[in-house]
């Protein structure tokens, strides 16, 4: 009997990281920890395919929660998805935004993927698993892995043999609602160049009540909305 | 975890009990006669005496009015609570066109329609808001006269600007003194015109309970930077906030209770009278950092916190609360509250949080003690040793003693690096030495920058210098000893000379300080000059000095051409503990 797709350890970590929080998107300020979403975001990097859909199981935070701020000067618009734009001139449209961000971040994800039903007759959870670890210890990836936003690239490793939590992040720490996933509409979609797209319209937002035990965090494996 | 904070805070607080109504600082009310004919508008302020230091100041009672809605400058009557333009279709200050006015009032005078529908006829509810109506229906002269009459008997244009723009609230003579947006007919007619009638579809992103996303947040007032009429904390107000082709607030869904109980409790946290919707005053929880920066501090569980706002106005006292157990209470230092520090600033319309951190009490208390342990200084003046007030120490490092001058960010970067115990931003010293070369390392300015230095390096990481508050004979740092050389050059030179126009050290003590080795060997040169006419005044004098000198020179094999950064701060601590001991008095053995 296939016993199922493995557990995966991956340690993900970089200087520096913005996992936004939905309400203060405008002058961004990052949740404390990794989200599930972020951390499903990484491992797709290193590997997806339609056949596999991630579920993070837990996180371990291995450095201790720093806050850095940087003010840049952004953009206030967004450019249409229809062609003829004409002219843009950034400088006319600027906006100086506030971000505060995580440094020095350091994580242990212990995920599993699951078969979708796009999985073929030939799509084992054996084939993924090794061909995950595979690329995991040669650090391939499709595009650079990153830390919540583009700018802060991460590192990708397989998990080291020990790891330990900092103390300072014994007990228990209330993270108050933490963004789970997206719970995208199935029924939204387009028609583009005679093939069915999946358009975000309707898709919602899922949050779940995170909490860090001596700097662990347990994520649920299902979001009800 | 900001807002849930937040959150928490109002229903620890009791703000978020009743959130129909809010409560504002309400000066002036208009007290309508019988039958609605005449009316006077009366102040409710109430004059307190100076006292000690304070000076004497206006108190306006705080009092609970319907939630406001937050409105900019479109056309939107409030409840019952408003201006004058609204209420008497005038606006005194001619901001508003007359005309405009006249639609502001209609706007007023449906909603008071609408509520005496609601009204049991012949109620005193009933009563009052027909008086109202009918005296919003008179002629503008008869109607203005109350108001006109106040502006008139206003001591100070100030005053008369207060009341130009201020909000009244509406009493009826014959029924009493109760404001009538208080009478209980009308709360309930208030209440039941704010049920939610959609249904509550997305879960609330800080409670968790399902509800229907509001579309506005309240603004906060008080944020420094921001608009006069508000900035918000939450707000998506350009195409590139948003995503997933949600609309605004649908990014983030807050239902109504959290968004007006999270508002509540900023404005509690950054207004300077704060005050509970009964009235009760609560205690100041900010602390202004700079123009543009206010540090928000609060901790869970009602735990006292006071003496917080205190170790930034005045250290000296800070000491016995920290230690002293108050009343029952946990002493600050056992206390395993969490403390919450939110430093928020303005801009474009919004407020920005700069920093938030959450540590128990206990640890705040341990990280401010701390502190004030390491930036303790000789105080000029014969002020003593001890601490300065934190703003004395942003303003020394400012230019022209300038809050506006400071680095932007340094403010609450050292705020926050204080509470949570980490080394300073370099900066710091920076600053404090580009001050000192600039200004010269006079006056009490420079004892707070050598506070702050001092402090830097016993909190530097890695390798952290523990140095005295007052001279360390056996320190021999380079730097230290150069600065100490300096001031004992200079001592030399006054005593031989007497005063001057233009001392050594006003010359000297930028390019001694930075390029030692192209300084010194002249200023030593010089001295022997100063040495040998004071030993003709004052021989034994001569003596001391000489023997100083020769002692710290013994301890320098050469003189370097430059100091780096740290070796400065270390010359202006050694300048200014050599200084100060010059005027501390010693027992007869003199001390090498």
């Given at each position: 009997m296939d016993p199922g797709p493995p557990l995966h350890r991956v340690r993900i970590h970089g200087?520096?990281a913005c996992f936004t929080r939905p309400?203060?998107k405008?002058?961004?300020?990052s949740y404390?920890v990794i989200t599930p979403s972020a951390a499903r975001g990484v491992l797709e990097a290193i590997l997806w395919k339609p056949a596999i859909r991630w579920k993070i199981h837990r996180i371990h935070v291995?450095?201790?929660?720093?806050?850095?701020?940087?003010?840049?000067?952004?953009?206030?618009?967004?450019?249409?998805e229809?062609?003829?734009?004409?002219?843009?001139?950034?400088?006319?449209?600027?906006?100086?935004?506030?971000?505060?961000?995580?440094?020095?971040v350091?994580y242990l994800v212990e995920a599993r993927f699951e078969m979708t039903d796009q999985a073929g007759p030939g799509d084992t959870p054996a084939k993924f698993a090794e061909m995950f670890e595979r690329r995991l210890a040669k650090g391939q990836h499709f595009h650079q892995p990153y830390l919540g936003c583009r700018?802060f690239p991460a590192t990708v490793e397989p998990a080291?043999?020990?790891?330990?939590?900092?103390?300072?992040?014994?007990?228990?720490?209330?993270l108050?609602l933490v963004l789970w996933d997206m719970a995208h509409n199935p029924k939204s979609t387009r028609l583009v160049d005679g093939q069915r797209i999946h358009v975000c319209d309707g898709c919602k937002p899922l949050f779940f009540e995170a909490r860090l035990?001596?700097?662990i965090l347990e994520v649920p494996l299902e979001v009800s909305s | 975890?900001?807002?849930?904070?937040?959150?928490?805070?109002?229903?620890?607080?009791?703000?978020?009990?009743?959130?129909?109504?809010?409560?504002?600082?309400?000066?002036?009310?208009?007290?309508?006669?019988?039958?609605?004919?005449?009316?006077?508008?009366?102040?409710?302020?109430?004059?307190?005496?100076?006292?000690?230091?304070?000076?004497?100041?206006?108190?306006?009672?705080?009092?609970?009015?319907?939630?406001?809605?937050?409105?900019?400058?479109?056309?939107?009557?409030?409840?019952?609570?408003?201006?004058?333009?609204?209420?008497?279709?005038?606006?005194?200050?001619?901001?508003?066109?007359?005309?405009?006015?006249?639609?502001?009032?209609?706007?007023?005078?449906?909603?008071?329609?609408?509520?005496?529908?609601?009204?049991?006829?012949?109620?005193?509810?009933?009563?009052?808001?027909?008086?109202?109506?009918?005296?919003?229906?008179?002629?503008?002269?008869?109607?203005?006269?109350?108001?006109?009459?106040?502006?008139?008997?206003?001591?100070?244009?100030?005053?008369?600007?207060?009341?130009?723009?201020?909000?009244?609230?509406?009493?009826?003579?014959?029924?009493?003194?109760?404001?009538?947006?208080?009478?209980?007919?009308?709360?309930?007619?208030?209440?039941?015109?704010?049920?939610?009638?959609?249904?509550?579809e997305a879960r609330?992103l800080?409670?968790g309970?399902p509800?229907?996303?509001?579309?506005?947040?309240?603004?906060?007032?008080?944020?420094?930077?921001?608009?006069?009429?508000?900035?918000?904390?939450?707000?998506?107000?350009?195409?590139?906030?948003l995503s997933y082709s949600l609309?605004?607030?649908a990014n983030a869904p807050?239902?109504?209770?959290?968004?007006?109980?999270?508002?509540?409790?900023?404005?509690?946290?950054?207004?300077?009278?704060?005050?509970?919707?009964?009235?009760?005053?609560?205690?100041?929880?900010?602390?202004?950092?700079?123009?543009?920066?206010?540090?928000?501090?609060?901790?869970?569980?009602?735990?006292?916190?006071?003496?917080?706002?205190?170790?930034?106005?005045?250290?000296?006292?800070?000491?016995?609360?920290?230690?002293?157990?108050?009343?029952?209470?946990?002493?600050?230092?056992?206390?395993?509250?969490?403390?919450?520090?939110?430093?928020?600033?303005?801009?474009?319309?919004?407020?920005?949080?700069?920093?938030?951190?959450?540590?128990?009490?206990?640890?705040?208390?341990?990280?401010?003690?701390?502190?004030?342990?390491?930036?303790?200084?000789?105080?000029?003046?014969?002020?003593?040793?001890?601490?300065?007030?934190?703003?004395?120490?942003?303003?020394?490092?400012?230019?022209?003693?300038?809050?506006?001058?400071?680095?932007?960010?340094?403010?609450?970067?050292?705020?926050?690096?204080?509470?949570?115990?980490?080394?300073?931003?370099?900066?710091?010293?920076?600053?404090?030495?580009?001050?000192?070369?600039?200004?010269?390392?006079?006056?009490?300015?420079?004892?707070?920058?050598?506070?702050?230095?001092?402090?830097?390096?016993?909190?530097?990481?890695?390798?952290?210098?523990?140095?005295?508050?007052?001279?360390?004979?056996?320190?021999?740092?380079?730097?230290?000893?150069?600065?100490?050389?300096?001031?004992?050059?200079?001592?030399?030179?006054?005593?031989?000379?007497?005063?001057?126009?233009?001392?050594?050290?006003?010359?000297?003590?930028?390019?001694?300080?930075?390029?030692?080795?192209?300084?010194?060997?002249?200023?030593?040169?010089?001295?022997?000059?100063?040495?040998?006419?004071?030993?003709?005044?004052?021989?034994?004098?001569?003596?001391?000095?000489?023997?100083?000198?020769?002692?710290?020179?013994?301890?320098?094999?050469?003189?370097?051409?430059?100091?780096?950064?740290?070796?400065?701060?270390?010359?202006?601590?050694?300048?200014?503990?050599?200084?100060?001991?010059?005027?501390?008095?010693?027992?007869?053995?003199?001390?090498?």
């Amino acid at each position: 009997m296939d016993p199922g797709p493995p557990l995966h350890r991956v340690r993900i970590h970089g200087n520096a990281a913005c996992f936004t929080r939905p309400e203060l998107k405008t002058e961004r300020v990052s949740y404390e920890v990794i989200t599930p979403s972020a951390a499903r975001g990484v491992l797709e990097a290193i590997l997806w395919k339609p056949a596999i859909r991630w579920k993070i199981h837990r996180i371990h935070v291995l450095a201790p929660i720093r806050f850095g701020q940087i003010k840049r000067n952004e953009v206030g618009s967004k450019l249409s998805e229809r062609g003829n734009h004409g002219a843009y001139f950034a400088d006319e449209d600027r906006v100086q935004r506030n971000t505060l961000f995580l440094r020095d971040v350091d994580y242990l994800v212990e995920a599993r993927f699951e078969m979708t039903d796009q999985a073929g007759p030939g799509d084992t959870p054996a084939k993924f698993a090794e061909m995950f670890e595979r690329r995991l210890a040669k650090g391939q990836h499709f595009h650079q892995p990153y830390l919540g936003c583009r700018e802060f690239p991460a590192t990708v490793e397989p998990a080291p043999p020990r790891w330990s939590t900092p103390p300072e992040l014994a007990g228990i720490k209330p993270l108050g609602l933490v963004l789970w996933d997206m719970a995208h509409n199935p029924k939204s979609t387009r028609l583009v160049d005679g093939q069915r797209i999946h358009v975000c319209d309707g898709c919602k937002p899922l949050f779940f009540e995170a909490r860090l035990q001596d700097g662990i965090l347990e994520v649920p494996l299902e979001v009800s909305s | 975890m900001i807002l849930r904070a937040l959150y928490d805070l109002a229903q620890q607080e009791g703000l978020a009990e009743d959130l129909d109504f809010e409560p504002i600082q309400l000066r002036y009310t208009l007290v309508l006669g019988p039958n609605g004919m005449s009316a006077t508008i009366q102040d409710r302020g109430t004059l307190v005496p100076a006292e000690g230091k304070k000076k004497a100041e206006l108190r306006k009672p705080t009092v609970s009015v319907p939630r406001r809605s937050g409105r900019t400058s479109g056309d939107c009557a409030e409840f019952l609570v408003d201006k004058s333009d609204y209420i008497l279709g005038w606006d005194s200050s001619e901001k508003t066109a007359p005309d405009k006015a006249l639609r502001r009032q209609a706007l007023y005078r449906e909603r008071i329609v609408e509520a005496l529908a609601s009204q049991a006829p012949g109620s005193p509810e009933a009563q009052a808001l027909q008086a109202l109506l009918d005296f919003t229906a008179q002629d503008l002269d008869l109607r203005t006269r109350p108001l006109q009459e106040a502006l008139a008997k206003c001591p100070s244009e100030k005053e008369k600007k207060e009341l130009e723009s201020a909000f009244f609230s509406v009493e009826y003579a014959p029924i009493g003194p109760t404001p009538i947006h208080l009478l209980q007919g009308i709360r309930d007619h208030w209440k039941a015109s704010r049920v939610e009638y959609q249904k509550a579809e997305a879960r609330c992103l800080v409670t968790g309970q399902p509800c229907v996303p509001v579309d506005k947040h309240p603004q906060l007032k008080n944020v420094p930077g921001g608009n006069t009429s508000g900035a918000s904390l939450i707000s998506f107000n350009s195409p590139a906030f948003l995503s997933y082709s949600l609309e605004n607030n649908a990014n983030a869904p807050i239902g109504r209770e959290a968004s007006e109980a999270i508002a509540s409790a900023l404005n509690r946290l950054l207004s300077r009278n704060p005050a509970k919707p009964d009235g009760t005053s609560l205690a100041r929880r900010h602390v202004r950092l700079s123009s543009d920066t206010v540090a928000l501090f609060w901790a869970d569980r009602a735990s006292d916190v006071d003496w917080f706002e205190q170790f930034t106005e005045d250290p000296d006292a800070v000491e016995e609360t920290l230690l002293a157990p108050r009343t029952g209470r946990k002493p600050a230092l056992e206390d395993p509250a969490s403390f919450h520090t939110l430093i928020l600033s303005g801009a474009q319309g919004r407020s920005v949080v700069r920093a938030y951190g959450c540590r128990t009490t206990a640890a705040v208390a341990q990280a401010v003690r701390r502190y004030l342990d390491q930036v303790r200084v000789q105080r000029p003046f014969n002020k003593g040793v001890g601490a300065y007030p934190l703003r004395i120490y942003l303003r020394s490092l400012a230019a022209l003693g300038d809050e506006k001058n400071l680095p932007p960010q340094l403010a609450g970067a050292l705020y926050m690096a204080i509470l949570e115990g980490t080394p300073f931003p370099r900066m710091v010293l920076e600053s404090a030495l580009r001050r000192t070369r600039a200004e010269g390392p006079e006056g009490e300015a420079f004892a707070a920058r050598c506070g702050l230095i001092r402090a830097y390096f016993h909190r530097q990481f890695p390798n952290p210098k523990e140095i005295p508050v007052s001279l360390d004979t056996n320190n021999q740092e380079p730097g230290y000893l150069l600065g100490r050389l300096l001031a004992l050059l200079d001592k030399l030179q006054q005593d031989a000379l007497g005063s001057l126009n233009a001392t050594l050290v006003d010359r000297y003590y930028g390019s001694a300080s930075t390029t030692p080795g192209a300084v010194f060997p002249t200023l030593l040169r010089r001295s022997q000059h100063h040495l040998g006419k004071l030993r003709k005044e004052k021989p034994g004098l001569a003596v001391n000095h000489e023997k100083l000198i020769q002692f710290i020179c013994g301890f320098l094999d050469r003189f370097s051409k430059t100091l780096p950064l740290d070796q400065q701060g270390l010359f202006a601590l050694g300048f200014h503990h050599q200084r100060q001991d010059f005027f501390t008095k010693k027992d007869t053995s003199t001390t090498l």
